[in-house]
């Protein structure tokens, strides 16, 4: 047998054998081809993904690592690539792959959207645009393309260029759903101008996909809320939920479960560290149930000359999958609250900085905004003595009402039933009581009500929770240019703003199960 063979032989055992997740046997076969190519980016980047389908968080970044100082032209090759590079934030790698490739002129526009794709995923938005400007000068008029600047064109706050966009995305294919999708999102719909029958039109094409009933559901209720026609918008969003669910693996057992192990870990000997001396950075978590409000408390402080927002970072989470070497679903499992016992913090915390810094100007605090981390309060608390941990906390119904209507790609799998939402819900607040007693201090609540009612108040026991003066500019949110890539988005750009009557009020009588549960 040839040697061009027996790797043809191996390859197809490889792949059988990661087909019935037999992951240890298909991690040799690739290392055998890897002995006969040692710097081959193709195998190197199969033996990443194997290695984060078997749980072995460092293996598979370092393969990827290796994989990009390779320095691979193959598009096929180089899409995969950089979708690893960004699971492991390797911003640094990423970013000189995509240096590699220029001129952009001749790159395939599909490995240009998916570069793009990965900047806007690292909540990098200008550098997204750029590439799908490359891209759209390549070809005008294609759909993915047109899509992809749209939803980042909405994320810089460009609604009315993120409109045309997407509408003349749509004259070349009007069966997207995501278009359908984002258009209804840009601005508030009217009896005069909404695409509600388009959207129904849309749905009843046959062989739709849960996926796209899911996307196409969600744009009608929205549309629908807007004009007022709630017991039809309930019907929809009903059909959203119904579908998105039927695609996800939740289970609500396991939540209970990895609550239960964190409230469990022993207490910490000293329950607010020192604070280290040549800690010059200080990151401010905004923490709590998505559409809890932390967007809009995040755009508040940046309006801070000491604050940099950037945005929902996975970036701690890299570091506690790294200190464990394990490689999770989400932002933590029960496998790295059973390993962290034995990790360093103190490097985790370090490895975090480090991260951070390509990302930092001169400002002495920046924020992360990734609501979930509540689960990691206890490691942040230790790992970073410096951190400022701010709370967002909103009316249960409100909260779990606005989970419910929003789609989050496969984040918050809880969030599409009310029975299930509602016991998340209460396994969270079970948690932030925990994580309030374990590290006294060390948390601030911020009221989301009190935030909307009166901001300046509210935002001045923030700064002296975090250490800095108040500044006027913080209440100016129309002058905020960042990338917003969260469901609030719009809603972030405008004045603040104390709802009278709270959003799931004209659906009461639909939300019983869900207000039952959460008052039981």
């Excluded at 970013?95 to 806007?120: F, G, M, N, T, W």
């Excluded at 959203?240 to 669910?245: E, L, N, T, V």
């Excluded at 609500?252 to 409230?263: F, H, K, P, W, Y």
């Excluded at 809009?296 to 604050?307: A, N, P, R, T, W």
């Amino acid at each position: 047998m040839s040697q061009q063979q027996r790797g043809q032989s191996l390859w197809q055992q490889a792949e059988l054998h990661a087909s019935r997740k037999e992951w240890p046997q298909a991690i040799a076969c690739f290392k055998a081809l890897l002995v006969q190519s040692p710097e081959d980016p193709k195998v190197l980047v199969q033996l990443s993904y194997i290695e984060s389908l078997a749980g072995h968080y460092r293996a598979a970044r370092d393969y990827a690592l290796r994989a990009q100082r390779a320095k691979p032209r193959d598009p096929a090759v180089m899409r995969e690539l950089v979708a690893r590079l960004r699971t492991f934030n390797a911003a640094e790698a990423l970013h000189d792959s995509v240096e590699q490739l220029k001129p952009l002129d001749r790159v395939p526009i599909p490995l240009i959207l998916v570069c793009a794709a990965q900047y806007s995923y690292l909540n990098e938005q200008e550098r997204a645009l750029a590439l799908l400007d490359e891209a759209r000068r390549g070809d005008p008029d294609y759909p993915a393309t047109l899509l992809a600047r749209g939803q980042v064109l909405m994320y810089l706050g460009r609604f009315d260029e993120a409109e045309a966009d997407v509408l003349r995305c749509m004259r070349r294919a009007p069966e997207l759903a995501q278009a359908w999708w984002l258009l209804s999102r840009l601005r508030k719909q009217t009896e005069a101008s909404n695409h509600v029958e388009q959207i129904r039109t849309q749905l009843q094409r046959p062989g739709r996909k849960p996926a796209e009933i899911a996307l196409l559901a969600d744009a009608l209720h929205k549309e629908l809320d807007d004009l007022g026609q709630h017991a039809d918008a309930w019907a929809a969003l009903e059909q959203a939920c119904k579908a998105k669910r039927s695609t996800l693996d939740y289970r609500a057992e396991d939540s209970r479960a990895l609550v239960a192990a964190l409230t469990g870990l022993p207490a910490p000997l000293i329950p607010v560290s020192p604070v280290r001396e040549n800690d010059s950075r200080t990151p401010i978590f905004i923490v709590g149930m998505h559409r809890s409000g932390t967007t809009l408390l995040e755009q508040l402080l940046d309006g801070h000359s000491e604050v940099h927002g950037v945005g929902e970072l996975y970036d701690f989470t890299s570091q506690m999958r790294y200190a464990t070497d394990h490689h999770c679903r989400g932002v933590i499992d029960a496998t790295i609250v059973e390993r962290s016992q034995g990790i360093d913090l103190d490097a985790v915390g370090a490895g975090y900085l480090k991260g951070m810094e390509w990302r930092l100007g001169k400002e002495r605090f920046f924020t992360d905004k990734l609501p979930s981390n509540f689960l990691n309060i206890g490691f942040i608390c230790r790992a970073l003595p410096q951190a400022k941990i701010l709370h967002m906390v909103r009316d249960p119904i409100e909260t779990c009402f606005s989970n419910l209507r929003e789609l989050f790609s496969d984040a918050n799998p809880y969030s599409y039933d009310q029975l299930e939402l509602a016991d998340f819900f209460k396994q969270y607040k079970q948690l932030m009581a925990h994580w309030h007693q374990a590290y006294p201090g060390r948390i601030l609540d911020v009221h989301y009500a009190e935030l909307t009612r009166d901001p300046e108040a509210v935002l001045r026991e923030v700064c002296a929770f975090c250490g800095m003066e108040f500044e006027p500019a913080m209440l100016e949110l129309q002058q905020r240019t960042r990338g917003v890539a969260t469901a609030s988005a719009v809603q972030v750009r405008d004045k603040v703003i104390a709802r009278e009557q709270p959003k799931w009020a004209p659906y009461a009588e639909y939300l019983q199960p869900l207000i039952q549960a959460l008052q039981a």
